[in-house]
């Protein structure tokens, strides 16, 4: 089975510059007709109320409604773009959520000048104690700067698994001593850590330069430390379209990364997620 951790799917196209088909280009019907070229069995989609698409939550709600045995949602709770962005009341918005949908987890996304403290806070504690009794996982955009409130609040709610963006938002071109990559391999040692192995293209020096060899070392240390066990595949489906097809996002992870082995690709395009889906 395979299982794409991080994708989207929106009423209208959000992104610059515009698209001659921004009302159709990011919808459902596309993700789930990739899914099905490539052979993808589930989706969990990470809802995103970004640019034309205030109520991105209900949108994807709705498409699991249809699609039950395709999708998960992930909800967005207050994210960097939103005007409740690290307000009183998030938790109480969460339980919210859970009384209208059937939700796997929720994300949130960090603005980068912040030092991620808000997660720890009262308001981000209360947070996360729904997660715990409600058995979310929490599904974050970070930077290599935040890694210490990552693992402050894993510590905190050990039985929420926490899965962070894109590698950890980690750059190839990071010179020595990568003090970066070594802010997410050092939450590695949190058991309730995750890496999300999506965003090649975000990690790499050239991003049309498929299939993103540079990233490989990556890869490589977060595997050594991670495990399969922690690590998940995404495509980040349609925004990737920037850069390469969803074909190119499965295939730079399975076919390309070579010094991975057959039964731990299988664990990480799929095995990982599966558990956390439950």
């Not at 700067?145 to 050990?158: G, L, S, T, W």
């Not at 489906?237 to 991975?260: D, G, N, S, W």
């Amino acid at each position: 089975m395979i299982i794409d951790s991080h994708c989207h799917a929106w009423t209208r196209w959000p992104y610059q510059p515009p698209v001659p088909d921004d009302e159709h280009r990011a919808k459902i019907e596309q993700l789930i007709n990739e899914m099905d070229l490539n052979g993808i069995d589930q989706a969990a989609v990470v809802c995103a109320q970004i640019d034309h698409n205030p109520e991105n939550n209900t949108y994807i709600a709705e498409q699991v409604t249809r699609f039950p045995t395709r999708l998960h949602q992930i909800a967005d709770l207050d994210s960097e773009w939103a005007p409740t962005y690290h307000t009183a009341g998030s938790a109480n918005r969460l339980k919210q959520m859970l009384d209208q949908w059937p939700l796997k987890g929720f994300t949130h996304y960090l603005k980068p000048q912040d030092n991620g403290a808000w997660l720890y806070s009262d308001e981000g504690q209360k947070v996360f104690q729904v997660a715990a009794e409600h058995t979310l996982f929490a599904s974050i955009s970070c930077e290599p700067q935040h890694q210490p409130a990552i693992r402050k609040i894993a510590e905190m709610f050990p039985s929420v698994p926490v899965l962070c963006h894109h590698m950890g938002w980690i750059k190839a071109a990071e010179p020595a001593p990568k003090e970066g990559l070594n802010q997410v391999l050092e939450s590695a040692k949190i058991p309730n850590i995750y890496i999300k192995l999506s965003g090649f293209a975000y990690a790499t020096r050239i991003n049309w330069d498929y299939p993103y060899e540079d990233t490989h070392d990556i890869v490589r240390a977060e595997y050594e430390h991670f495990g399969a066990e922690r690590m998940c595949w995404g495509s980040d489906y349609p925004v990737v379209r920037f850069y390469m097809t969803y074909k190119q996002a499965l295939e730079a992870f399975r076919y390309h990364c070579t010094f991975i082995s057959d039964a731990d690709k299988e664990q990480i395009l799929g095995g990982t997620l599966a558990k956390l889906l439950g």
